[in-house]
């Protein structure tokens, strides 16, 4: 296990643990790994300093249970906690804004870590929507979901 911070795998479970309130961070024996507030499952960093190139691979403990763990990308796993992280801060918001402000967390995801979340469908907000993202850069992640309940119908 590695340090959070070292390399992209403790890049990728900071990353998580701060989708507050659906994650939290935890010391787990001096290693700072991401918490689920929704079934307590914990996604701890992996040192992959011996591996060809680093990938932001975690390990995962299903509820919390050492018993029960996987190797996955990050970046999978970051895939579906942004989705449900865009759609709580969301509520109420439309689904052109939910997914500006998914696009928006995809970037600032690759700015932190280096990976990319797996979005295909997923295209580029049109330009006004763009302008607002930027504005929103300077006041936070979750900032652009309050912007556009403001400004779009």
Partial sequence: MTRRGDGKSGAVVGFVANLMPLYTHEDRD?????RSLQDGTLILPV???EWDEERGIVRVWWQGDPERVMLTDGDQLTTLALER???LHGVGA???AIAAELWFMAQHFHFKTGCH???PELPEP??????????ALRFGGGAMVAVFKGVMP
């Fill in 126 to 135: 049109p330009s006004a929507l763009m302008k607002l993202a930027r504005t």
């Fill in 117 to 119: 979340v797996y979005l």
């Fill in 30 to 34: 001096g290693v700072w790994c991401a």
């Fill in 85 to 87: 992280y865009v759609r």
């Fill in 47 to 49: 040192d992959e300093s």
């Fill in 94 to 96: 439309t689904e052109e």
